[in-house]
């Protein structure tokens, strides 16, 4: 017999077999109908693309796809009527994504979940192995993530189905019993092993931005590449709704390495290009007859889990014993930071925005600042997330603002403020949805003679898009009472253009990720470019964050933004320090401010 080539992959088989008898009982692996009847059974098909004449080429049953028989070569856009509406439109931004960047065969993959028009779920990967070809293999997961549905099997003691029992359903992995359950058998036998706990970061802001349904296809092929990454033998789960685990045999490379580099590549999901980065606690025990409870075990991982937390997105930590006083320690921190909030220990310090042509104040952003009797100033990044927890966020913001208010209506009495001068003040998602909201500010306004966006109020993109519709009238109702309106860290969020032109923002602010990394990455700096570009187009004054030092500030004011705040002019300063800024700004004397 002669080598079979699928797509350009010999596939021999022995010398005078006949490949096309698939009824013969002796069928091999090495013949054409054993290969074929593999992949039905898989609820598979290879396929070939051709990146120039955008034409796919399938191998295998062609009615996973809902496709005609026929139809072993089709054109890209002849598929839109077998996939959802943007589906394949998707697909095709990954194919050209691949065919400009990935210059030598090999060097570029492509994988993609894609719904089809009767809700199935397919699984697309594949390889660019030469100039102008892809190849790969789409799966058919549907059977896969629903083969609980379809297990008669039961337990006597609840009458539930197994598979309901120990499997998530969504991804098909183990969820938390499951997991324990297994985790108990695999400590038993004897060996090293190494338990990671990864969380998803910013996975709410996510689920609001895409929808439920979107975000559980992210978190489908998240589950997908932890599979690709870890031998059949690992356990692999579901923990929680943004949390996965993995406990297997200690190797090279970690385990936390293998995890990442399968979890944190980008993502492709209704046309929003997602960079997923996880926070991970590892812990390691010995199997065998002393080996730990697993859920002793999975308790240790998830404190390191919440001391990589701590350390910002993408961090790592391992388990420690000082970690079990840490979690005293948060204790301790919620009731004094409630005692805080009585006591007035929470206060506004503002920090500095510039004009970078000409160096003159702007404005401040008013930052809050827990100044403890004992321990001095504690940073919002380590009491922020207590605040959150114990669902404060609303009391925190109204001392800022009237605060904030304060100080307005003294400065404005005390000096010849520059036109358009403000104070912007951050407005959480609780604030923006509690009643009372717009009428508070439009009496501080009032109540201060504060001119009209003197006082600026900063949304995120993430908090906005909790509900659009709303957040816009709410949004446009503050304007109306004389607030500016900020979107605050714009260009990480998943927002749709279209709601930058329908909400009334005046201002945007750059999120310092991309500026901090401008003299480091060529990308960082176009994203500014257009930011900024965007910002013209839209009327939008544009602040950049994290303006670190001068050289910064001078390739900003080159590129054409406006105004910028950072280390490099100034840090979150007390009142009375942000006034004596204020004043030199403005060229007023020491002595004038003495008297």
């Known amino acids: 017999m002669s080598d079979i080539n699928l797509f350009g992959w010999k596939m021999g088989g022995p010398s005078g077999q006949d490949v096309l008898r698939d009824v013969d009982p002796r069928m091999t692996i090495d013949s054409r109908a054993a290969q074929m009847e593999a992949l039905k059974s898989a609820d598979a098909l290879l396929w070939s693309y051709d990146l120039s004449q955008r034409l796919f080429e399938f191998k295998g049953d062609l009615r996973h796809l809902g496709l005609p028989p026929l139809w072993s070569r089709v054109f890209l856009d002849d598929l839109d009527p077998a996939f959802e509406p943007g589906e394949v439109d998707r697909l095709d931004s990954q194919f050209r994504a691949l065919e400009v960047h990935a210059a030598q065969p090999g060097e570029g993959h492509i994988q993609c979940l894609l719904r089809l028009r009767d809700h199935r779920l397919v699984y697309l990967k594949g390889r660019k192995v030469s100039r102008g070809q892809v190849l790969g293999l789409i799966t058919d997961l549907s059977r896969d993530i629903g083969l609980k549905k379809a297990i008669g099997k039961t337990d006597h003691n609840d009458g539930l189905p197994l598979q309901d029992i120990h499997t998530d359903p969504l991804t098909g992995l183990l969820n938390r019993q499951g997991f324990l359950h297994g985790a108990g058998q695999v400590l038993r036998k004897p060996g090293d092993y190494d338990l990671v706990v990864a969380d998803l970061n910013r996975f709410r802001r996510l689920n609001e931005a895409l929808g439920h349904e979107r975000a559980d296809i992210v978190l489908e092929l998240l589950a997908l590449r932890l599979r690709d990454a870890f031998p059949d033998n690992a356990l692999l789960s579901r923990l929680g709704e943004d949390e996965f685990a993995v406990l297997t045999l200690r190797g090279f490379p970690r385990v936390s390495e293998r995890m990442r580099n399968a979890l944190e590549r980008p993502i492709n999901v209704a046309g929003f290009d997602i960079q997923p980065t996880f926070s991970m606690g590892a812990v390691s025990v010995d199997g065998g007859d002393q080996a730990l409870e697993a859920a002793e075990l999975l308790r240790r991982a998830e404190m390191a889990v919440e001391a990589a937390q701590s350390k910002g997105a993408g961090g790592v930590a391992s388990y420690k014993r000082d970690l079990e006083s840490d979690g005293l320690t948060r204790l301790a921190l919620e009731a004094e930071l409630r005692k805080a909030f009585v006591s007035g220990e929470i206060h506004a310090w503002y920090q500095p925005i510039v004009n970078l042509h000409t160096g003159r104040i702007t404005g401040f952003e008013a930052l809050a600042r827990w100044v403890h009797p ?222």
């Open 374 to 595: 004992r321990r001095g100033v504690i940073p919002p990044d380590q009491f922020l997330g207590a605040v959150r927890d114990l669902g404060m966020m609303v009391d925190l913001g109204t001392i800022i603002m009237n605060t904030t208010v304060r100080v307005l209506g003294k400065w404005k009495q005390a000096y010849a403020l520059p036109a358009g001068f403000f104070i912007s003040v951050n407005l959480s998602a609780p604030e923006i949805e509690r009643l009372h909201l717009i009428e508070d500010v439009s009496r501080l306004i009032r109540d201060a003679g504060l001119p009209n966006k003197m006082l600026k109020l900063e949304v995120t993109e993430s908090d906005v898009m909790r509900d659009p519709q709303a957040s816009a009238r709410i949004l446009e109702d503050l304007r109306t009472a004389g607030a500016g309106i900020a979107l605050d860290d714009f260009g990480t969020g998943f927002s749709s253009l279209s709601y930058l032109a329908r909400l009334p923002f005046d201002t945007l602010k750059i999120d310092r990720s991309f500026v901090n990394t401008m003299k480091t990455e060529a990308s960082s700096e176009k994203i500014v470019r257009s930011i900024l570009t965007l910002g013209r187009d839209f009327g939008l004054d544009v602040v950049a964050e994290g303006v670190e030092d001068m050289a910064l500030a001078d390739r900003l004011a080159a590129l054409g933004c406006q105004m910028g705040q950072g280390w490099g002019f100034a840090k979150a300063l007390k009142p009375s320090e942000a006034e004596a800024f204020l004043a030199n700004s403005l060229g007023y004397k020491a002595d004038a401010l003495s008297a």
